[in-house]
């Protein structure tokens, strides 16, 4: 799904050599990324909408998809806190 460009913000990117989409879709997918559990589940449409917002959001969900996971004591102050919407830090 991630390598299908989907989304609006930073098509351009894609095919632009130097930026982050251009090098992360250049890089082989490692893991369908997972979405954090909340009490309100993300419906498909919130998700997509979520992610064709910004640039940013592109971005994250690629590197989440080319990127390992980084242990507990490596992640980022949103992730230790449970925040954000992916399962994993990277």
């Known amino acids: 799904m991630v390598k299908q460009h989907l989304w609006s913000r930073g098509k351009k990117d894609f ?5 982050l989409l251009n090098r992360l879709n250049a ?3 490692k893991r369908e990324p997972m979405l954090r559990v909340r009490k309100e589940p ?3 449409e919130q ?4 992610v064709g917002l910004r640039r940013a959001n592109t971005e994250a969900l690629h590197a989440q998809a080319v990127s390992v996971s980084l242990p507990h004591d ?6 230790q806190r449970g925040e954000g919407p992916y399962n994993a830090c990277v």
């Open 42 to 44: 993300w419906s498909g």
């Open 27 to 29: 890089t082989e997918a």
């Open 15 to 19: 095919s632009v050599t130097g930026t």
């Open 74 to 79: 490596q992640m980022c102050r949103n992730c």
């Open 47 to 50: 998700f997509d909408k979520h």
